[in-house]
C-alpha cells in the first residue's frame, strides 16, 4: 500500500440478515502472474477479471518498468505487449512494489536471470518481510543480492549473465518462492527443478503450461517434483481471472456468524491448493454449500452459498492443511471466537512473516474483544465463546495488513460491542471494494473510531 495513505480507522457494528449477491474482486495471486507473465510473453496477452487493487497495480507498474506495455481498456480488459524470457529491459527507477510481498518476490524471480540490475523497495510492513529466502536460491542462478540486513528491502539484484538451471528444495511451504525460482528457470538454459515438501498453490505452474512452458509436477516420496525446461517462447494467453477465494473468505465468514445471513459468492476459484478455508468451516459445522461447480480457463470454480450456522463447533485444523489456507487463518481466527470450545491451528510458523505476525496481531486484538488465545511459535488456540457470548468492544491494530483489517470487520458484525480498526486504508492493496460491498449485504462499517 501507498507509504502515505492516511490512517482511516474504521468500527463495524452489530448486524443480522446479511444477504444478497457478493461479487467479489479477481484473485490476486493468478493477477500478479498474468501481468509478470504477460510480460515475459511475446505478443499481446488480454486479461478479464483482473484485481484491480494496489499491490496488482504496483506490478503492472513494475512490468512497465522493466519494457512491458500494459494498458487498460474501457471494460476493464488489460492488455500486456510482453518483450519475451530474457527480453525485460533495466529499469531506470526503483520498484516499489507497496505491501505486496507476492509481487515483489515474484519480480526479482523473474529479473535475476537477465543481465540487468534494478532496486526494490516496499512499505515498512513490505520492508520488514524477510527475502533471503527468495534471495538464496536466486544465488544459486548466479544473482547477486544487496539489501539491508536481515535480508530485507530495500534491495538491489544483479541479475545473472549467464545463468545456470537450479535443483532446490524450498525449505518453508511457499509458492512464492517455488515461483520465484520458476520464473528465474525461465531464462536459464537446460531443466531448473522445484521441490516442495508440501504443495502450495499451483497457479505458477498451471499459468506456466498455459504460456507453453514445459513443465511438469510429480507428487513423489520427497514431496511435490517441478521441472521446468528454461528458455521457452512464452505465447500469448487470453486469461479470465476467477474470483479471489481469499477475499470470499470475508463474506462467507460474515454471513456464518450473523444471524438469519444467507449470502451467495458467485463464481470463486476452489482450487485445491486454496481451498481448505471452506473444508475447516463446513467440518465447523457451517451450513456452506458450492453450487454450479464448473471449471473456468482451468481452474475449478463453483457459487459458494453460505447462511448464518448458530452451531458452530472449535476443531483440530489438521496442519498439512495449513498451505491451502494460509491467507484465512485471521478470518478463521474470528469465526472461532463464536464456536463452542477451542479451535487449535497447528503448523502455522508462516503467518508470523505475512504482512504482519498474523497470529500475534489477532491474538491481541481478539484478547482485547474478550475472547481466550493461546500461541505458541508455529501454532494457536482461539477459545471460542459460543454465538452471542462475543463481547467485542476494542480497537484492534492492524498493523498495515489487509487481512487483519478486514477480519475484524467481520469479528464486529456479530460481537455483542462494535470492533474498531485503527486503520482500515490497507484493505485496499487486495479488496477495494470491501466497504461497499459488505455494506450491501448489509454490514454496518463506519468510518470513526469507537473508543
Ligand atoms: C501467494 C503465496 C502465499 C500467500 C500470498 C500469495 C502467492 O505466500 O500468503 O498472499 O500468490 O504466491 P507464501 O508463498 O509466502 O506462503
Known amino acids: 500500500m501507498s507509504a502515505h495513505a492516511t490512517p482511516t480507522p474504521m468500527t463495524s457494528h452489530r448486524v443480522t440478515g446479511l444477504s444478497g449477491i457478493a461479487d467479489v474482486p479477481g484473485d490476486k495471486s493468478i493477477s500478479h502472474r498474468s501481468l509478470i507473465l504477460g510480460a515475459m510473453a511475446v505478443g499481446e496477452t ?8 494496489e499491490d496488482v497495480l504496483d506490478t503492472a507498474k513494475a512490468m512497465r518498468a522493466f519494457g512491458a506495455e500494459i494498458t487498460r481498456e474501457q471494460d476493464g480488459t488489460w492488455v500486456v505487449h510482453g518483450v519475451g524470457v530474457g527480453g525485460f529491459a533495466e529499469p531506470d527507477q526503483v520498484i516499489d512494489c507497496g505491501n505486496s510481498g507476492t509481487g515483489v518476490r515474484l519480480i526479482m524471480g523473474a529479473m535475476a536471470t537477465s543481465p540487468i540490475t534494478a532496486a526494490f523497495t516496499g512499505d515498512a510492513s513490505l520492508n520488514s518481510r524477510p527475502m533471503a529466502r ?159 461447480e464448473r471449471l473456468e480457463g482451468g481452474e475449478p470454480v463453483a457459487d459458494l452459498r453460505a447462511r448464518f450456522s448458530p452451531d458452530l463447533k472449535g476443531i483440530e485444523v489438521p496442519p498439512h492443511r495449513a498451505a491451502s489456507m494460509i491467507d484465512e487463518y485471521p478470518v478463521l481466527s474470528a469465526v472461532a471466537a463464536f464456536a463452542d470450545g477451542p479451535t487449535h491451528m497447528p503448523g502455522v510458523k508462516e503467518l508470523r512473516v505475512k504482512e504482519s505476525d498474523r497470529i500475534d496481531a489477532m491474538a491481541t486484538g481478539l484478547r482485547a474483544c474478550g475472547i481466550t488465545v493461546d500461541e505458541g511459535e508455529d501454532w494457536w488456540t482461539v477459545h471460542g465463546l459460543g454465538h452471542g457470548n462475543v463481547p467485542g468492544g476494542a480497537t484492534c491494530a492492524a498493523r498495515l495488513d489487509h487481512r487483519i483489517a478486514m477480519s475484524f470487520m467481520v469479528l464486529g458484525m456479530a460481537t455483542q460491542n462494535p470492533v474498531s480498526v485503527d486503520d482500515g486504508s490497507p484493505i485496499a492493496t487486495s479488496f477495494p471494494i470491501f466497504e461497499p460491498l459488505m455494506a450491501s449485504l448489509g454490514a454496518d462499517l463506519r468510518h470513526a473510531s469507537a473508543s
Open 134 to 292: 527468495v534471495t538464496d536460491p536466486l544465488a544459486l542462478f548466479g544473482a547477486q543480492s544487496f539489501g539491508r540486513s536481515g535480508g530485507r528491502l530495500p534491495m538491489t539484484i544483479v541479475g545473472a549473465a549467464d545463468p545456470v538451471p537450479v535443483r532446490y528444495t524450498t525449505p518453508v511451504p511457499s509458492a512464492q518462492v517455488k515461483s520465484a525460482v520458476l520464473l528465474a528457470g525461465l531464462n536459464a538454459p537446460g531443466q531448473t527443478v522445484v521441490i516442495e515438501r508440501e504443495a502450495t498453490r499451483d497457479h505458477s505452474e498451471r499459468m506456466l503450461a498455459g504460456f507453453g512452458a514445459e513443465i511438469t509436477s510429480e507428487d513423489t516420496n520427497e514431496g511435490r517434483v517441478i521441472t521446468l525446461t528454461g528458455q521457452p517462447e512464452l505465447r500469448p494467453q487470453t486469461i479470465a481471472v476467477p474470483r479471489d477465494p481469499s477475499s470470499a473468505a470475508f463474506p462467507v465468514c460474515a454471513a456464518l456468524i450473523t444471524e438469519g445471513s444467507d449470502v451467495l459468492v458467485p463464481g470463486i476459484g476452489l482450487n485445491p491448493t486454496r481451498s481448505g478455508l471452506f473444508t475447516t468451516l463446513r467440518e465447523m459445522g457451517a451450513d456452506l454449500t458450492y453450487e454450479n
Open 46 to 53: 488480454r486479461v478479464t477479471g483482473l484485481l484491480e487493487g
